[in-house]
T-cell receptor, first 116, second 115 residues
Framework: GAVVSQHPSWVICKSGTSVKIECRSL??????MFWYRQFPKQSLMLMAT?????????EQGVEKDKFLINHASLTLSTLTVTSAHPEDSSFYIC????????????FGSGTRLTVV | AQSVAQPEDQVNVAEGNPLTVKCTYS??????LFWYVQYPNRGLQFLLK??????LVKGSYGFEAEFNKSQTSFHLKKPSALVSDSALYFC?????????????FGKGTRLSVIA
């Protein structure tokens, strides 16, 4: 159990357009999901914590108006990159926990975003 | 605040030899420690975790890690490396006293197993 599905796996978009990335917990309910961003050959940087039914908590330096997070149900969180620019190109990964976190965190397969 | 240090960017080992990937951590409360592996353009795969109990933790694919509280370390080990173990490895920590908080990751160590 504990499968997280993330779509799309990769996306190419033009500058100025918006892209939505979905993260679904397939076999468990996730009250909390986390969104990370990973630059090439670097670690995962936490962008925001997504809580079902409430506003996301963003890390310092992350623009909440640019990276819109919605967690409308216990199995779905979405990240929308608005008015994307080439510097937004990155690998985005979501993560969810079944419970208090001592069960471990399950990660999605990631989304490679390229803005041209 | 939590932090993780992975002092080696790259570890090279010959196939069949033992491997060690180092990790030290800092956490104000109770450490929950994790190791993940990442293959190119993929998400993270869980290897093992330490929450409580025995300091030696056994995980997936023959990997194990030893929790050392005095040295604040959680090194990843495997007795006999395989070429297929070549990947990027991340150590992560969270404070177990702080509810459902996100993991803090080290910068990663690239393991290269040479045939």
């Amino acid at each position: 159990g504990a499968v997280v599905s993330q779509h799309p796996s990769w996306v190419i978009c033009k500058s100025g357009t918006s892209v939505k990335i979905e993260c679904r917990s397939l076999d468990f309910q996730a009250t909390t999901m986390f969104w990370y961003r990973q630059f090439p050959k670097q670690s995962l940087m936490l962008m925001a914590t997504s809580n079902e039914g409430s506003k996301a908590t963003y890390e310092q330096g992350v623009e909440k108006d640019k990276f819109l997070i919605n967690h409308a149900s216990l199995t779905l969180s979405t990240l929308t990159v608005t008015s994307a620019h080439p510097e937004d190109s990155s690998f985005y990964i979501c993560s969810a926990s079944k419970g208090r976190g001592d069960y471990g965190y399950t990660f999605g397969s990631g989304t490679r975003l390229t803005v041209v | 605040a939590q932090s993780v240090a992975q002092p080696e960017d790259q570890v090279n080992v010959a196939e069949g030899n033992p491997l060690t990937v180092k990790c030290t951590y800092s956490v104000s409360g109770n450490p929950y420690l994790f190791w993940y592996v990442q293959y190119p353009n993929r998400g993270l795969q869980f290897l093992l975790k330490y929450i409580t109990g025995d300091n030696l933790v056994k995980g997936s694919y023959g990997f194990e890690a030893e929790f050392n509280k005095s040295q604040t370390s959680f090194h990843l080990k495997k007795p006999s490396a395989l070429v297929s173990d070549s990947a990027l490895y991340f150590c992560a920590v969270r404070d177990g006293n702080s509810g459902n908080t996100p993991l803090v990751f080290g910068k990663g160590t690239r393991l290269s197993v040479i045939a």
